[in-house]
């Protein structure tokens, strides 16, 4: 059992809620800039001389908001402490749900940080003033090409990725062999006849958790967007007028595999939620759910022993378009560029990024997935999930979410109205059109 998992279960819900990305804060003005605790104290250039001047260790403070890491982060800054003698970290941690709320606060009462986590994209937008151009630094250049779009601007790249994340299909893989499935599905229709084949065999197929919006919303549907021809371009089509939800090939496919799915979906899904498909799924008693590599940790407190793999979630039956997972980075460092210590916290994330003792952290201890070239896991530290979802990366067979680039509340709109078509409240053209009317709206179309 890994050494962190009672901690994250207490966690669990908002480390969920953390794998999809979040809301970026408010905007801030940027006229004041970031004081600091410190005042007297040498940022310093090296750890090793930073607070000579005033024979006192310069503190450096980081928000950290992935909360299933705060241990590990605690041991990282011990080691870290005893190789930089003149700098100590001053490290909080706060759920992912509570970054935004908890960084405005900070900036209001002048305790800003000096790294803290962004989302990219609209919390990019939200907060470039306040963030130092990392475009310099010495790893940049051995990021993944996926992670850079979400933290750029201008041609400048303003954060360092935390991890990827992904999703796809979760599968109990003795089960399977249990139905005498051998080839495992990549097409819509292959999936069906799957789903078919362990419902004649006495297994429950599929749980699907839709008592959320936020499940459908800003997963499911993520889907839809990921797999279109150019998604950046759907959605700045979305926003002008001249891309149209109903009618989109796209999405008629995702609704037929949403129709797939209800069809063999355990119980009522409108009662299920996350915890409740886990767990169905964790002890046996489906074969299929869609889960994240986030979702590791919580099977393995059920079953350590489960052995568990990640499948595609195909919307047609052309293998070469269906094979795919999809996510990205849900959090990336930044630097508070108005920070009194903003050099020695350019070089805390080089030390993080390039010794190895930082990417042992990046990788097996914080059992991530890391957004650089040089930087993989073992299977031993990821689970038979982040093994898998790390082979789709790695054939470039993974797509990129980008819920932070739509208008903010339409993920929220959309759940609900998947939960009405579920209940057989609306019908496929109302569905699609109603994720088109909240578009709209929130937009300020209509």
């Given at each position: ?89 001053q490290i909080e ?178 009662t299920t939620d ?106 031993e530290a990821l ?64």
């Amino acid at each position: 059992m890994r050494k962190w998992v009672v901690l994250f279960i207490v966690f669990a819900m908002a480390v969920f809620a953390a794998a999809c990305g979040g809301s970026g804060g408010s905007k801030n003005d940027g006229k004041n800039g970031a004081s600091s605790s410190n005042a007297g104290q040498s940022a310093g250039g090296s750890g090793e001389t930073a607070g000579k001047g005033s024979g006192k260790p310069v503190t450096l403070k980081i928000l950290n908001g992935k909360v299933e890491i705060s241990e590990k982060m605690n041991e990282l800054k011990a080691e870290y402490e005893a190789s930089h003698p003149g700098v100590k970290l001053q490290i909080e941690s706060v759920m992912t749900s509570e970054v935004s709320a908890t960084l405005k606060a900070k900036y209001a009462g002048k305790e800003r940080p000096d790294i803290f986590l962004n989302g990219g994209d609209r919390d990019l937008d939200n907060w470039i003033d306040q963030l130092e151009d990392l475009s310099d630094q010495p790893w940049v250049d051995d990021l993944l090409d996926m992670v850079k779009p979400p933290i750029s601007k201008d041609g400048k790249i303003y954060g360092l990725p935390v991890n990827i994340e992904g999703f796809g299909l979760a599968y109990n893989k003795a089960l399977f062999e249990k139905a005498g499935i051998e080839k495992l599905p990549k097409t819509l229709g292959e999936l069906r006849d799957v789903m078919a084949q362990l419902k004649a065999n006495g297994i429950e197929p599929f749980a699907f958790a839709l008592q959320s919006w936020y499940s459908p919303g800003e997963h499911w549907l993520s889907v839809a967007v990921a797999q279109q021809p150019d998604p950046d371009a759907f959605i700045q089509g979305l926003f002008d007028g001249t891309e149209k939800i109903p009618g989109n090939p796209v999405f008629e496919q995702w609704v037929d595999m949403l129709d797939v799915v209800l069809e063999y979906s355990h119980g009522n899904p409108l009662t299920t939620d996350y915890n409740g498909e886990v767990t169905l799924f964790a002890n046996g008693e489906v074969a299929m759910i869609k889960a994240g590599n986030w979702t590791q940790v919580l099977v393995d407190s059920v079953d350590p022993d489960l052995e568990v793999g990640m499948l595609p979630i195909p919307i047609n039956d052309d293998p070469d378009y269906s094979d795919k997972v999809f996510g990205g980075v849900p959090r990336y460092w930044v630097v508070n560029k108005h920070s009194e210590n903003k050099e020695l916290a350019k070089e805390f994330l080089n030390w993080l990024a390039t010794s190895e003792t930082g990417k042992r952290y990046m990788t097996d201890e914080f059992q991530f997935i890391a957004g650089f070239g040089s930087m993989t896991a073992s299977p031993e530290a990821l689970g038979g999930l982040g093994t898998d979802l790390q082979r789709y990366l790695q054939e470039d067979r993974l797509l990129r979410w980008r819920t932070m680039k739509y208008p903010e509340g339409v993920t929220q709109d959309w759940g609900s109205s998947v939960q009405e078509y579920a209940a057989g409240r609306i019908n496929r053209e109302q569905l699609l059109q109603a994720f088109q009317d909240s578009w709209d709206k929130i937009s300020g179309k209509k």
